[in-house]
């Protein structure tokens, strides 16, 4: 079955701190990995995508890897802001399909505490 | 900034009602896709369109339906709403092709159903 694990579930970071978040994943084939950051009652906000062929992948303070043998990605997040308090989503493609079949995490709830 | 906007914000209504949640795009993007996403859960795919009437039912059963009469528009009707039908439904249009295809979302309708 195909699926998307996200750890953690929750964390609190102080502010100014850099934190690292996870996502293994059983989607095969594989054909992209995004990382998405939804606000509080807000649409997600793509941060990165990532094809096979790449391992990582930066967008300002938050860079992502990916490591297509072991199915495992992160996204790591440089100098926290208050304004990084969301939700992360990772979501996995798999090779041949619409975009519309894509597999979501439930993604990590990020706090930052001044 | 994606063009890509959800009205109303929040509904609440009561069991039985019909109800249409609107979505539209400026962007001009051919594909469209509606999601279900409640509190903590991952996303899922209740309908989506690749053009002007063009219309599929996505990987999670749902009684809603939808239409696509123009390119740019996108609504979603429950013909008799539910208590079960309480989530936040998301619209999202892409643009691109291939393995990068960028998503777009909408900020989202947050229904309550009394």
């Known amino acids: 079955k195909n699926q998307v694990e996200q750890s953690p579930q929750s964390l609190i970071i102080l502010e100014g701190k850099n934190c690292t978040l996870q996502?293994?994943?059983?989607?095969?084939?594989?054909?992209?990995l995004r990382w998405y950051k939804q606000d509080t009652g807000r649409g997600p906000v793509s941060l990165t995508i990532?094809?096979?062929?790449?391992n990582t992948k930066s967008n300002g303070r938050y860079t992502a890897t990916l490591d297509a043998d072991t199915k495992q990605s992160s996204l790591h997040i440089t100098a926290s802001q208050l304004s990084d308090s969301a939700s992360y989503i990772c979501?996995?493609?798999?090779?041949?399909?619409?975009?519309?079949?894509?597999?979501f995490g439930r993604g990590t709830q990020l706090t930052v505490w001044p | 900034e994606a063009d890509i906007y959800q009205t109303p914000r929040y509904l609440v209504i009561g069991t039985g009602k019909k109800i249409t949640l609107e979505c539209s795009q400026t962007?001009?993007?051919?594909?469209m896709y509606w999601y279900q996403q409640d509190p903590g859960m991952e996303l899922h795919l209740i309908h989506y369109?690749?053009?002007?009437?063009?219309?599929e039912k996505g990987d999670l059963s749902s009684e809603s339906t939808v239409s696509r009469i123009r390119t740019e528009h996108f609504p979603l009707t429950l013909e008799s709403a539910r208590p079960s039908h309480t989530s936040q439904y998301l619209c999202?249009?892409?643009?691109?092709?291939?393995?990068?295809?960028?998503?777009?979302f909408g900020s989202g309708t947050q229904l309550s159903v009394l």
């Open positions: 369109s690749y053009g002007v009437n063009s219309t």
């Open positions: 999202a249009s892409s643009e691109g092709g291939g393995v990068k295809e960028k998503l777009f």
């Open positions: 962007m001009g993007h051919d594909k």
């Open positions: 979501v996995v493609s798999d090779r041949g399909s619409t975009l519309g079949r894509l597999y």
């Open positions: 996502c293994n994943y059983t989607v095969s084939p594989f054909s992209n």
């Open positions: 990532m094809t096979f062929s790449e």
